[in-house]
T-cell receptor, first 111, second 115 residues
Framework: GNSVTQMEGPVTLSEEAFLTINCTYT??????LFWYVQYPGEGLQLLLK?????DKGSNKGFEATYRKETTSFHLEKGSVQVSDSAVYFC??????????FGRGTSLIVHP | ETGVTQTPRHLVMGMTNKKSLKCEQH?????MYWYKQSAKKPLELMFV???????ENNSVPSRFSPECPNSSHLFLHLHTLQPEDSALYLC??????????????FGPGTRLTVL
């Protein structure tokens, strides 16, 4: 079956630090990959996506590259801000299967 | 604003009450979802409707009853709930094509408390 594994949190960083949140997946076929973000008190919203191998998704300073050889889609940001504090979800969608989400990783950024 | 609205935003109910959650999407999508999000637990998919037909029901207790009268509206009818059903209930929509399910757009959620 399809599955997504994310690093457990919380991830705690100081402002302007470099962020990496790891995500690996297993899938039948060739999935599309997504990162969603959930700010406190809100629903999830799409942060970025990649639909084929070697694609790089980017948005709001965040980036993730679709690595087929390592089945990974790690989220990175060069300099985090306090306003980036949220829960981040990695997800995949493949064929007619219902999208699959990871457990979420909480990010806390201190001033 | 994601184009998906949910009402009410907060709901407190007793175990013997009957209530309904409403979701509406203004995006022209053809698939809609209900998720349950509890503290310290993964996101749980409850129901999926595609083209107004239910395509997924993940062993959800019968005290939760979904209804999808058209592609823009989705309801979750609640009756005789338990305290452990207290959670954030999220609605989402997406476009399903022959290529599969595409990215989902989520509503803000309904925070449900069962006393």
């Amino acid at each position: 079956g399809n599955s997504v594994t994310q690093m457990e949190g919380p991830v705690t960083l100081s402002e302007e630090a470099f962020l990496t949140i790891n995500c690996t997946y297993t899938a039948t076929g060739y999935p599309s990959l997504f990162w969603y973000v959930q700010y406190p008190g809100e629903g999830l919203q799409l942060l970025l996506k990649a639909t084929k191998a070697d694609d790089k998704g980017s948005n709001k300073g965040f980036e993730a590259t679709y690595r087929k050889e390592t089945t990974s889609f790690h989220l990175e940001k060069g300099s985090v801000q306090v306003s980036d504090s949220a829960v981040y979800f990695c997800a995949l969608s493949v064929g007619s299967y219902i999208p699959t989400f990871g457990r979420g990783t909480s990010l806390i950024v201190h001033p | 604003e994601t184009g998906v609205t949910q009402t009410p935003r907060h709901l407190v109910m007793g175990m013997t009450n009957k209530k309904s959650l409403k979701c509406e999407q203004h995006l022209g999508h053809n698939a809609m979802y209900w998720y349950k999000q509890s503290a310290k637990k993964p996101l749980e998919l409850m129901f999926v409707y595609s083209l107004e037909e239910r395509v997924e029901n993940n062993s959800v207790p019968s005290r939760f009853s979904p209804e999808c009268p058209n592609s823009s509206h989705l309801f979750l009818h609640l009756h005789t709930l338990q305290p452990e059903d207290s959670a954030l209930y999220l609605c989402a929509s997406s476009q399903e094509t022959r290529g599969g399910f595409h990215e989902q757009f989520f509503g803000p959620g309904t925070r449900l408390t069962v006393l």
